[in-house]
T-cell receptor, first 113, second 109 residues
Framework: SAVISQKPSRDICQRGTSLTIQCQVD?????MFWYRQQPGQSLTLIAT?????????ESGFVIDKFPISRPNLTFSTLTVSNMSPEDSSIYLC??????????FGQGTRLTVV | AQRVTQPEKLLSVFKGAPVELKCNYS??????LFWYVQYSRQRLQLLLR??SRESIKGFTADLNKGETSFHLKKPFAQEEDSAMYYC???????????FGSGTRLQVQP
């Protein structure tokens, strides 16, 4: 299994500013992902965080808006840039271990005002 | 293309009633399927996986390849089962798991 620590757990931000979310895993993992989740709704994959290379973004998400770093196999950051109220959501870090099971951080609840 | 469909957004039952949360998938190959659960104010976590054929908290799910289904069942619902449930295809290669849209289970007293 993998234990994921994600922070901050919540934040309220002014529009036009940026927030960086950190994800720390207690073991080395190859696959790390970032999702967005509206409360009580489905998960939307933002990107795959690749160690040592640029992240792979899903349709509708771009690097300028959601830059991602993955400096090693246990850590990643997601930045939400130039925020607007539409970015208010829960952001989740997830990893896949040796099997195909996914593990999740506790999420970052972002409110943009 | 991989796809997971959960047709019900909300399923409301009374305590003690049977529960079936539906999940259908589209996948070319041998699928690995999972059910995840998210209780209020808790992180998303694994409930069960098809490969282990286990019962967790009274829930079971059987993979039906003919019907491409992986429905989650429990014979007698409890109030503490109220949560959001997601069906998912496991990660493949460098591809992320594929999640369904989720079903909210509401168990009324």
């Amino acid at each position: 299994s993998a234990v994921i620590s994600q922070k901050p757990s919540r934040d309220i931000c002014q529009r036009g500013t940026s927030l960086t979310i950190q994800c720390q895993v207690d073991s080395q993992v190859t696959m790390m992902f970032w999702y967005r989740q509206q409360p009580g709704q489905s998960l939307t994959l933002i990107a795959t965080a690749n160690q040592g290379s640029e992240a792979t973004y899903e349709s509708g998400f771009v690097i300028d808006k959601f830059p991602i770093s993955r400096p090693n196999l246990t850590f990643s950051t997601l930045t939400v840039s130039n925020m607007s109220p539409e970015d208010s959501s829960i952001y989740l870090c997830s990893v896949v271990g040796r099997g195909t099971e996914a593990f999740f951080g506790q999420g970052t609840r972002l409110t943009v005002v | 293309a991989q796809r997971v469909t959960q047709p019900e957004k909300l399923l409301s039952v009374f305590k003690g009633a049977p529960v079936e949360l539906k999940c259908n998938y589209s996948y070319s190959g041998s699928p690995e399927l999972f059910w995840y659960v998210q209780y209020s104010r808790q992180r998303l976590q694994l409930l069960l996986r098809h490969i282990s054929r286990e019962s967790i908290k009274g829930f079971t799910a059987d993979l039906n390849k003919g019907e491409t289904s992986f429905h989650l069942k429990k014979p007698f619902a409890q109030e503490e089962d109220s949560a959001m449930y997601y069906c998912a295809l496991g990660a493949t290669g460098r591809r992320a798991p594929t999640f369904g849209s989720g079903t909210r289970l509401q168990v009324q007293p």
